[in-house]
């Protein structure tokens, strides 16, 4: 008999990996008909339409119909779409009470994002399958977002609830139920182009998130909860908040320089600026940054602006050449904070708007269908003794 010791088993073997692509920024995962970009031009549209002339001439609900249908709504086909969406304005009454229950010191994303997961338990076709239904889902989702997010901060504030008000847009509608009283026209508006400007982004990280999930053949609340979540953090839509610290820390336009130049030595993100795919001007940004001067005029708060333009100066000073630009969180802030709206809710905006952009995606998946499993290099031991 042979005292040999056996040969160690060859290491476990994984299949060659085409593509090593950290961070997925090379890789192609699924088709779109929502939005294009062209990060090195500065261009995105909205089904073929350039964003600029969205914000300054649509809607979000044409907008929403846009993405959704793939063509610009005709009127018969908007208003029946604006009745279905405000026909699903209300929220059920366990949700209200579920915003009772809630911390009111809870970080607004981690309400929403659990209130948009509980609205599966109140939507008897939550796991019921198909496209239809998954489209009712879909204008149930972005039809209830708003009262979730103003009806949230109005409990956590101490105020009674508002219900949403079915004569008036998505935008009217939130600021009614945030506020308590009707918006000017210009607040509406105002918000309604953030609304626009938001809407989608090709396979940006949440819609990525959304897409892998619903890939599974999950429900459409599972992955618009994924969704919110990973949209939370501070290298995606919560940049939005991080400016407006940002600036509320800077304070006073005497200050911008050394803050500015301190965080670029010491080698520091400066919150919205860069972005993964614009190596030019954010189109969104440019847009916003009119409206934002425009708004900051009307409603006093010319300061923050000049501040946001000497910022912006500075990091395109400090990073010429290195495809550093404003991106859309960068005067979405400003206008946001003109629009009264608090800091902590400025993701929550974002979310309310990309809710679309999220479902439309999942959408579009479940109509070419296939699970999202990308694979992981393994680099641990082989081998190791079980002890
Ligand atoms: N401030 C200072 N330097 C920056 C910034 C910034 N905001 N963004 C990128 N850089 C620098 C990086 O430090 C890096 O420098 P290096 O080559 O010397 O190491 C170089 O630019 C490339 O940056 P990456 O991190 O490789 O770019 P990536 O594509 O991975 O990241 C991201 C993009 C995450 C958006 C990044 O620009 C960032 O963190 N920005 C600040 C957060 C922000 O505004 N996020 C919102 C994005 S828009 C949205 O999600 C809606």
Redo the contacts with the bound molecule.
Sequence with gaps: MSTATPPAPAPVSSAPVANYDK?L?NTIVADTQMSFIDGAKGVLEYVGIDIDTLARKSTYEETVYLLWNTKLPSETELDALKSALRAEYEIPQGLYEMIRGMPKDAVPMHALRTLVSALALHDPEADTDGIEASKRKALRLVAKTPTLIANFDRYRSGKEFVRPNTSFDIATNFLWMLNGEKPTDAMSRGLDICLILHAD?GL??STFAARVTIATLSDLYSAMTTAVGTLKG????G?NEEVMVMLDEIGTMDNVDAFINGK?ER??????????VYKAYDPRATYLKTFAQQIATDTGNLRLFEMSQRIESI?LDA?AG?G?FP???FYSATTYHCLGIKTDLFTCMFAMSRMSGWCGHCIEQLQDNRLIRPQAKYTGPHDVAYV
């Design positions: 961070g920024a982004h940006n990280a501070p290298l995606h839509g940049a670029l080698k520091e993100l400066i919150m919205g600026f860069g972005h993964r990091v990073k290195k550093i991106n859309v969180d």
